[in-house]
């Protein structure tokens, strides 16, 4: 009889929160108190399955010199496992599988042998071991919660991410779990909207959604350096946010990070974020692409781990936040979703989740996904209005959005596999467009990033449009917290941008120290509010 566990080899820990159950018939997760999955012993396991200990409800404090790690060591102890993941030649039309290629994890690889993309493959028959519903209630039990790892996002998915690895090797700051907030009035007022919501994941440790794929990435380094691998220390090009990860994740392990950033093209709270956490940082004379081009050179002649999203290690922890968002509405399918998209990465990301879910019957559709590009840097805009003909990088030019501002896409063929699977679409923003979206996004109470004013934009063009309709549910991922782009929205609202009008900027008034002065301007200004009180 078939068995199925939820983490990692002979050498991994595993969760309290799993349950052992037999393939037939479907198991149900049975839960003591709604927070906690009760292992099962019917029928017992063999010998070579250690079954976790059941959690009791009113759970005692840890003793006082033991921390979290030490606690889930103890209360987890290490068991053989069906589930695994393994690195395949990414193949856009697996119909045509032409080779049996694969690597373990813990090999250091980047590309197959036909110098093409690698994407990790999970063991889907084992997974589905178990039906949807166990998957939900094993997902929404550990939501919010301090038990180490599952206090995060991503980990709370372990099984579907990482299921290999031993929790003693995580690294994570419990990053996910971010806000799904309802636009309301930005909803109702600028788009005719009444179900538009907006996935924070900027509200994460350093302010973006790469810390969803960076704690996968640095955990299985830190695994491999455990296991006396050629790793010396951890590599990334970036346009700001990658490296913020990248070094904060390194930092809390210990670990060396190495960082390749353009010269003058991201801003300075970008640019403070890996020197504060210790990075080494070259700044070049190059754009991204100038970077990424160094950084693959580099990596393949020193003992450094390619960081960047080219690595699909990473891609596993941000396709989290697909799964969240639909978890957060209580497994219910959103119509749209609608991305940003630079090295294209996070909307392949964004697909795989929602497919997984699909496929392991949590849900019975996916969204349909809308990669949003800036105009000043939009292969993908362009292969899509040509029908999705032979692939042109462009050169990117300079774009608030700078994280995005990536003119050869590592992922491409990702993005155009995730889009045409899922009936997608791609839109552009101008300059312009974007700020101003991000100006009224602003003015409703959030504080979004210009690449989220990119995906507005997309929004704004498709309602108008008649594609989105006024009552889709709609969700827009904000992919970096606003406070990191501060100086473009002194400088909109100091309306000091060339050629730009800044319709919607609110420039601080001058006004006279004293009582008169300031009775005047507060009259007249509450008059424009209200010119009937």
């Known amino acids: 009889m078939a068995y199925s566990c939820s983490c990692s080899s002979s050498s991994s820990s595993t969760s309290s929160f799993f349950s052992i159950k037999p393939k037939t018939p479907s198991p149900k997760p049975h839960f003591p108190k709604p927070h906690f999955i009760k292992a099962s012993t019917n029928p017992s396991p063999p010998p070579s399955q250690q079954q976790p200990k059941p959690i009791s409800v009113s759970k005692p404090r840890r003793p006082l010199d033991e921390n979290i790690r030490d606690e889930a060591r103890r209360n987890n102890p290490t068991y053989s496992h069906l589930f695994s993941a393994k690195y395949v030649p990414f193949n856009p039309d697996p119909s045509h599988q032409t080779s049996d290629e694969s690597y373990s994890l813990d090999e250091i690889v980047y590309r197959s042998r036909s110098g093409g993309l690698l994407d990790v493959e999970h063991d889907i028959a084992a997974l589905k071991t178990y039906d949807g519903k166990y998957w939900r209630d094993l997902f929404d039990s ?9 206090g995060s996002g991503v980990w709370s998915k372990k099984e579907w991410v990482l299921p290999e690895i031993d929790d003693a090797d995580i690294v994570s700051a419990f990053e996910g779990n971010s806000n799904l907030f309802w636009a309301e009035r930005y909803g109702k007022q600028f788009l005719g909207m009444n179900d538009l ?32 691998r050629p790793v010396v220390g951890v590599g990334c090009a970036s346009t700001g946010d990658t490296s913020a990860a990248l070094s904060a994740y390194c930092a809390s392990a210990g670990i060396p990070s190495i ?119 939009n292969p993908l805009y362009l292969h899509y209005k040509s029908g999705w003909k032979d692939f042109k990088a462009v050169k990117a030019n300079a774009t608030f959005a700078s994280a995005i501002q990536i003119g050869d896409p590592v992922s491409i063929d990702r993005a155009v596999y995730a889009l045409k699977n899922s009936n997608g679409i791609v839109e552009e923003a101008t300059e312009e467009e974007l700020m101003d979206a991000m100006a009224e996004a602003d003015s409703t109470g959030m504080f979004i990033c210009p690449h989220t004013g990119v995906a507005l934009t997309a929004l704004i063009k498709l309602r108008k449009s008649g594609v989105i309709g006024k009552t889709d549910r709609t969700v827009v991922v904000s992919t970096a917290h606003g406070l990191k782009f501060t100086q473009s929205k002194i400088d909109y609202h100091s309306k000091e941008i060339k050629d730009m009008a800044c319709r919607f900027a609110n420039p601080p008034v001058h006004v006279k120290a004293d009582f008169a002065s300031v009775m005047d301007v507060l009259q007249r200004y509450l008059l424009s509010k209200s010119p009937n009180h």
């Open 197 to 228: 919501w907006v996935k924070h994941c900027g509200i994460s440790h350093t302010g973006s959604f790469k810390d969803l794929g960076m704690t996968v990435l640095v955990s299985q380094v830190n695994r491999l350096r455990k296991m006396n």
């Open 142 to 150: 550990r939501v919010g919660k301090t038990t180490w790892p599952y």
């Open 259 to 377: 960082v390749f950033l353009p010269a003058n093209r991201i801003s300075i709270a970008q640019l403070v974020q890996p020197i504060a956490n210790g990075a080494f940082v070259l700044s070049l004379d190059t754009d991204f692409d100038g970077c990424m081009h160094l950084i693959r050179e580099v990596t393949s002649e020193l003992p450094i781990y390619l960081a960047n999203s080219l690595n699909s290690l990473r891609l596993e922890g941000q396709k989290t936040a697909a799964i969240e968002i639909l978890q957060q509405f209580d497994w219910q399918v959103p119509d749209w979703v609608i991305v940003p998209g630079g090295n294209l990465g996070n909307i392949y990301a964004f697909y795989k989740g929602f497919h997984m879910c699909k496929e392991l019957g949590l849900v019975d559709r996916i969204p349909r996904l809308v990669c949003a590009q800036a105009a000043n840097a």
